[in-house]
């Protein structure tokens, strides 16, 4: 007696009939499709056993249906991308949703290296130096007028020159008697201290820090001895050739304030009316 062949869901014999195997089971080729079939995304009909099924990120295709959703072409055995569910060929992403270049406005192509600056690209041959021509690369460059310029062709065409060192302010920079400075160069003549941000005087056209200027030039107070500056609204009295600071013009006897009241001398020392009567 021959052994029976059926299939393993309808048990109708398979002798003589096309069948499928899964998992050592076989199956009738209706009961396979029926059970095991994926579903096409795209006709939404079974991917039946005779067809080739394709697949991506768990979603299925007839071959004849796995296509660009713009442009219908087949994307088998073709680069594809994938933009909210649908798959697009990589001719209409790019022109959909890859970047322009700003030189030549065609389309930089996804996996070609491109340069980006406040949100405009270039590809890598179009980022040029404005008067130069020459690719910039990953060099420094410097905008101008929507035109982007190597350095040294910035510094050739617009950059002033620092009146110390002589060479070319790109970035910052002091303006001092109409002239450009570097921050760096523009210094205390006496102690070199950078004078950019802090108050500064001149003599001889020579600039100083406060402190340089005082201790060279200022007048010494009679009182405390330290310099008068006489800058920022500083208020002194002068007397004789003699200068003290409003806060140091006190009656040496009894100290009281003489800042706008009579006083009488004694050699170096300088009193009130009160503790002078006697002299």
Not at 195 to 200: K, N
Not at 209 to 221: E, P, S, T, V
Not at 248 to 257: A, D, E, P, Q
Not at 263 to 275: G, N, W, Y
Request: proline share 4%; charged share 25%.
């Amino acid at each position: 007696m021959t052994e029976r062949f059926d299939c393993h869901y309808c048990k109708e014999s398979l002798f003589g009939k096309k069948y499928i195997l899964r998992e050592d089971s076989p199956y009738c080729v209706k009961c396979y499709e029926n059970l095991y079939s994926n579903t096409c995304e795209e006709c939404k009909k079974p991917i039946g056993a005779d067809c080739k099924d394709l697949s991506y990120k768990e979603r299925h295709w007839h071959e004849t249906c796995f296509h660009c959703f713009q442009c219908k072409n087949s994307l088998v055995d073709k680069p594809f991308a994938a933009k909210e569910e649908h798959l697009l060929c990589t001719e209409c992403y790019s022109n959909e949703y890859s970047s322009k270049c700003n030189e030549c406005k065609k389309t930089i192509m996804p996996g070609t290296r491109k340069m980006e600056y406040k949100g405009n690209s270039w590809h890598e041959t179009c980022f040029i130096c404005y008067r130069c021509q020459q690719p910039i690369g990953t060099k420094s460059f410097i905008p101008k007028d929507n035109q982007n310029f190597c350095v040294p062709c910035y510094e050739k065409q617009f950059a002033m020159q620092c009146v110390q060192c002589k060479k070319a302010i790109t970035t910052g920079g002091v303006t001092y008697r109409e002239q450009p400075w570097h921050k760096e160069c523009f210094v205390c003549t006496g102690c070199k201290t950078q004078l950019s941000g802090q108050r500064f005087t001149s003599r001889d056209e020579f600039a100083y820090c406060l402190n340089c200027f005082c201790n060279l030039y200022a007048k010494k107070c009679a009182g405390c001895t330290n310099p008068i500056s006489g800058l920022g609204g500083t208020k002194y009295i002068s007397f004789e050739e003699r200068q003290w600071h409003n806060d140091c013009f006190n009656c040496k006897k009894c100290s009281l304030s003489l800042v706008g009241r009579g006083f009488l001398t004694e050699r170096d020392d300088i009193l009130c009316p009160e503790c002078g009567k006697d002299i």
